[in-house]
């Protein structure tokens, strides 16, 4: 791992427990097996939803976009705010909202895979 991910460890320690995943070209933050976090490039990208978008968005904090096949597609993730590096218990803040939005994510797909199975 390189040292802006160890860092990671430091900067989220008010948050408590997670792990750090080589993924790809960068890093994913997981607590409880849920990814709420993303390292690419040196940069930190939290998960978002619908629930806390807008505090991403409000900041004009830009979403994670990749190119696939020529064309640019957005995940579920948004820049960290700058300040999150700085200061532990706001970055215990911001992941903790990003975590619950990883868990809502999860939620919806296990119910998606009942109705499924139910239907099916």
């Known amino acids: 791992m390189n040292e802006f991910t160890r860092h990671m460890a430091d900067v989220f320690r008010a948050f ?26 040196g940069t930190l990208y939290l998960k978002v ?6 505090n991403f968005v409000r900041l004009g904090l830009p979403q994670f976009l990749y190119a696939r096949r020529g064309k640019l597609v ?7 705010p700058d300040s999150v590096m700085d200061d532990s218990g706001e970055a215990a803040v911001w992941a903790r909202s990003s975590w619950e939005a990883a868990l809502r994510a999860n ?14």
């Open 74 to 80: 957005g995940l579920s993730f948004y820049r960290a």
């Open 107 to 120: 939620a919806g797909k296990r119910l998606k895979g009942r109705k499924r199975r139910r239907d099916g």
């Open 16 to 41: 408590g427990a997670f792990e750090v995943r080589r993924m790809f070209a960068g890093y994913g933050l997981f607590r409880d097996g849920l990814m709420f976090g993303l390292v690419y490039d």
């Open 49 to 54: 939803d619908g629930e806390n978008v807008a």
